[in-house]
């Protein structure tokens, strides 16, 4: 029965994932042809003719080219109009100020909580109640596995800065 659940659970998850990404894809065509992309250069491109899943990327990098070439009309038109704020320049796309390496990132990995752990434990547990013995191992079990779960954490993160500071 609960095997049942989860797979409804995932197949409503699925259902929305797809109408996400249905979504996505008409939103990126509209923009695509509101802007006035070219759609000869993509359908050469690509030998297709609408946003796909797999063509979504190349959609969004033609429309950034676009957005840029309009920016770069509009600044030049507001420079013939007598503004002079400076050359023209692309403003969308330019990646990130620093260079790729020159930081050090340093993600640690949520904690994951006890609503994880029921799903490691038999499907027998679930259906009928514990004797007082049992629950008591099986929270000595849950306790003794956090512990182990923290000590190799911390090992790792003192590893992590040992091998930073070499």
Do not use: W
């Amino acid at each position: 029965a609960s095997t049942e659940f989860r797979a409804e659970q995932y197949e409503a998850k699925a259902l929305k994932a797809a109408k996400t990404v249905s979504q996505l894809e008409q939103g990126i065509q509209s923009i695509f042809n509101k802007i006035g992309c070219d759609k000869s250069a993509l359908s050469d491109m690509l030998g297709t003719t609408g946003v796909t899943e797999s063509n979504m990327m190349q959609y969004l990098g033609i429309i950034e080219q676009r957005t840029n070439e309009l920016l770069q009309l509009f600044h030049q038109h507001n420079k013939d109009m007598g503004d002079t704020t400076g050359d023209i320049v692309a403003v969308i796309g330019q990646g990130p100020a620093a260079p790729a390496g020159s930081t050090i990132i340093n993600i640690d990995p949520p904690v994951i909580g006890d609503e994880d752990d029921s799903e490691d434990e038999s499907d027998e547990d679930e259906e009928r109640p514990l004797s007082r013995d049992e629950l008591k191992a099986k929270t000595l079990r849950g306790l003794t596995k956090r512990e182990g779960q923290q000590m190799s954490k911390q090992q790792k993160r003192k590893g992590r800065k040992e091998t930073k500071l070499k």
